[in-house]
T-cell receptor
């Protein structure tokens, strides 16, 4: 079956602009996770959803970052007033449920803020 | 807070050599431990996991044992192949609560024929 998909694969924007990154999880997976990976680093947790609600958003770096999952499937990560330091690969993962199940990762969206 | 420390790479080996990638962690209680692998041009995928002390995870000839006494989860393979060239990430899921993964920085492995 289809894996986790993320769009766009690449996004170039200018400092101060607003961006949205989309994640389509594996069908039937109730848990969805967002991570950010900077060059030469491991993925860093941002937020995860169980169903429609954010179960843990402790990794969001500041209030410019926001994520939604209104119908418990597709999720959108929203970044306002982008800064050059936001440049990274944004990874999405999903799992069948949220209790210690394998997380399946998408290919990521490479965000570049000029 | 919870953290994972991996040996720094890159690691370069010849085919059929023995591989060890060290991983130690800091966490309270009994986290679950994972190794993820990222092959060139592909997304992260789970390689193996262990959920309690003394468990051994294994897959594709790779093994790692959860050592509570040394807070370690070292990855080993007896005979590497060129196709094992990838970046390997050690990760933990903290006990009791969030299902987030905490990752190490990754170790790039190159296997030459």
């Amino acid at each position: 079956g289809a894996g986790v998909s993320q769009t766009p694969s690449n996004k170039v924007t200018e400092k101060g602009k607003y961006v949205e990154l989309r994640c389509d999880p594996i069908s039937g997976h109730t848990a969805l996770y967002w991570y950010r990976q900077s060059l030469g680093q491991g993925p860093e947790f941002l937020i995860y959803f169980q169903g429609t609600g954010a179960a843990d958003d402790s990794g969001l770096p500041n209030d410019r970052f926001f994520a939604v999952r209104p119908e418990g499937s597709v999720s959108t990560l929203k970044i306002q007033r982008t800064e050059r330091g936001d440049s990274a690969v944004y990874l999405c993962a999903s799992s069948r449920t949220a209790f210690r199940n394998e997380q399946f990762f998408g290919p990521g969206t490479r965000l570049t803020v000029l | 807070g919870d953290s994972v420390t991996q040996m720094e790479g890159p690691v370069t080996l010849s085919e059929e050599a023995f591989l060890t990638i060290n991983c130690t962690y800091t966490a309270t209680g009994y986290p679950s431990l994972f190794w993820y692998v990222q092959y060139p041009g592909e997304g992260l995928q789970l390689l193996l996991k262990a959920t309690k002390a003394d468990d051994k995870g294994s897959n594709k000839g790779f093994e790692a044992t959860y050592r509570k006494e040394t807070t370690s989860f070292h990855l080993e393979k007896g005979s590497v192949q060129v196709s094992d060239s990838a970046v390997y990430f050690c990760a933990l899921n903290p006990q009791g609560g969030s299902e987030k993964l905490v990752f190490g920085k990754g170790t790039k492995l190159t296997v030459n024929p």
